[in-house]
């Protein structure tokens, strides 16, 4: 199938997702997540004749924006995407400067080439080559309702950031993605800790916001369930 950069680009809503969740009852307090872009990667596919890749273009992970008291930012995608994210940002009337927390879902570099933009932020990304250090990643949020689950199998330390609050929001990354389930060769070819994974996300998961293209919620949800669940 031939995918053109126009029908692609498409998936760059312009109409933000956005979700409030209540993170203490007691007084009051929420927060809000907001996709301030939502994640592409377009596979042209092999050069006629070859196995080698044509190109994936566009590509940029997606970028979440927990809003609250601290912000924290979930993956901040590819070279290229600079302004769209600081404009993103402007429209929530704030700037790089105001991000407290970077999370990054693993190191590939569609996922944290942009950490540099925010200067003031704790960068949570664990064992990469960008940094030998591996976070402590349990004590570095502490807000509650917002917790890390390690989900490896796409990159060894892979994580997903899980939101409880009415629903249960999961910032998946690249543990789950919806042309992987729907693709059942592609499916096969993924290792036992993404599909043990891809499972676990689902399984408790009421809107999934992946790495990597729409949001997965309602009948969309039900549908992939059923999916994941007729594969072995
Ligand atoms: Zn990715």
Request: hydrophobic share 40%.
């Amino acid at each position: 199938m031939k995918q053109s950069f126009e029908s692609n680009s498409l998936h760059i809503v312009k109409e933000r997702a956005r979700y409030f969740f209540i993170i203490d009852k007691d007084v009051d307090r929420s927060m809000e997540i907001i996709v301030l872009i939502e994640g592409v990667h377009n596979d042209r596919g092999p050069i006629k004749g070859t196995t080698i890749v044509n190109s994936i273009d566009p590509m940029c992970s997606s970028v979440t924006l927990l809003k609250g008291k601290k912000n924290i930012l979930i993956d901040t995608g590819y070279r290229g995407y600079e302004d769209e994210i600081i404009a993103r940002l402007k429209e929530e009337k704030l700037t790089p400067a105001d991000i407290d927390v970077v999370v990054n879902t693993h190191s590939h570099l569609d996922h944290c080439y942009n950490n540099h933009l925010f200067t003031n932020a704790k960068v949570i990304y664990g064992r990469n080559v960008l940094s030998p250090k591996k976070w402590d990643v349990v004590s570095a949020i502490t807000i509650p309702g917002i917790n890390i689950m390690e989900t490896p199998g796409h990159f060894p330390d892979h994580r997903s950031i899980l939101v409880k609050s009415d629903q249960t929001y999961i910032i998946a990354g690249d543990a789950l993605r919806e042309d992987i389930v729907r693709n059942q060769a592609l499916w096969k070819t993924m290792n036992d800790e993404y599909t043990m994974n891809a499972k676990r996300i689902i399984a408790v998961a009421d809107v999934i916001i992946p790495g990597h293209g729409r949001i997965i919620q309602g009948e969309l949800l039900e549908e992939l369930r059923r999916i994941i669940a007729s594969r072995q």
